[in-house]
């Protein structure tokens, strides 16, 4: 892989701070906790995301979906 971890990092917050907009826009927020060797990308959702009963397709059908289009070297995105 031509990309260290560092540079992967740099693209997905780049690709979070396309997200965050509409996140704030209903009362949340989401903040990188890590991303991992194997390419996954621990989230944090703040706000009136955290608990929120939508948070997981928030999470899964919105900002997983840009980050992979945005650096389609990630596998996954959790919340933790």
């Known amino acids: 892989m031509g990309e260290n971890i560092v540079e992967i990092t740099?693209?997905?917050?780049?690709?979070?701070?396309e997200i965050r907009p509409y996140l704030k826009g209903d009362g949340g927020d989401i903040s990188l906790v890590e991303v991992t060797d194997d390419?996954?990308?621990?989230?944090?959702?703040?706000g009136s995301c955290d608990g929120c009963p939508l948070s997981v397709q928030t999470l899964k059908g919105g900002?997983?979906?840009?980050?992979?289009k945005s650096v389609p070297?990630?596998?996954?995105?959790i919340a933790v």
């Open 10 to 17: 740099q693209q997905v917050e780049a690709a979070l701070e």
């Open 39 to 46: 390419f996954v990308v621990k989230v944090r959702l703040e």
């Open 63 to 68: 900002v997983e979906m840009v980050v992979k």
């Open 73 to 77: 070297q990630i596998i996954e995105v």
